[in-house]
């Protein structure tokens, strides 16, 4: 079983916008909707369960009949913090199937991730256990601690930018989620899955992302996205290339094709 963890309780704030930001539209559909599609059209995703803001649930329930999001298996409640709102919905996932199913934990404001990026996920807990997915920095990263001194310097080619999804076996990642909630900090400094897995000296693997799987946080982020849809929609119109989706629909037809010759 492979299910897919969405979390989507953000404010807006960032965004400056009167709705929280994974309800604003681009090219007609609320972001949130743009990245659940990812997962709904991806035939290893057995599952999806949403964390989202108590407030907004029977509004999402709306859009995902709307929009025929049916690999949905439930809606809950989120959390103080996202790490809250993400074990929520990993409570409720143990629930409902076995300890050795995998999870992917994907932002609900990460719309562009590619679909083999989804793909290496998977096969990455199936090898090694876990799967961060990165991006290496083409910038050079600088470490302060009061925001005016360079105290460290790491080397860029050493460097990556972990993003989403962030991926493990069901059984693990919940063991390591309450590991961290015993303790008296719990989610201190807990951004994301990687950090908690490293806090309790674990070591998560790396799968590499695609550079425009970018989080939609600020107004400037909504302009990337408008543009690398236009820049999917010229590939499929004008045969720049395939779309991932497409590409693996196109080979798997082909060895089917290749087997029934044989």
Do not use: W
């Not at 425009?212 to 909504?222: A, F, R, S, W």
Request: negative net charge.
């Amino acid at each position: 079983m492979n299910i897919a963890i969405i979390f989507a309780g953000g404010s807006g704030v960032r965004m400056g916008a009167g709705v929280p930001k994974q309800f604003l539209e681009i090219n007609g559909k609320p972001i949130l909707i743009h990245t659940l599609q990812l997962f709904q059209e991806h035939e290893e995703i057995d599952k999806i369960y949403l964390a989202m803001s108590r407030d907004y649930i029977r509004y999402t329930e709306q859009l995902v009949l709307d929009y025929r999001i049916d690999k949905i298996a439930a809606i809950v409640p989120g959390g103080e913090t996202a790490q809250d709102s993400i074990y929520n919905a990993l409570k409720k996932a143990q629930e409902e199937n076995p300890e050795d199913s995998i999870v992917l934990i994907h932002d609900g404001v990460r719309p562009f991730v590619e679909y083999g990026v989804i793909s290496d996920n998977i096969e990455s807990v199936r090898n090694y256990g876990s799967a961060i997915t990165s991006t290496p920095c083409f910038e050079t990263i600088l470490i302060s601690r009061d925001g005016k001194e360079v105290d460290e310097l790491p080397l860029r080619k050493e460097s990556y930018a972990a993003q989403a999804p962030q991926s493990f076996y069901l059984k693990d990642i919940i063991g390591a989620h309450e590991a961290i909630r015993a303790t008296q900090s719990r989610y201190e400094n807990m951004v994301d899955a990687c950090t908690i897995y490293r806090a309790l000296g674990r070591q998560p693997h790396i799968v590499i992302g695609n550079r425009g799987n970018i989080k939609v946080t600020t107004p400037e982020d909504v302009y990337m996205f408008r543009a690398l849809l236009q820049y999917k929609e010229n590939e499929q119109a004008f045969g720049f290339g395939l779309t991932d989706r497409l590409a693996a629909k196109m080979n798997r037809y082909r060895r089917i094709e290749d087997t029934d010759r044989r």
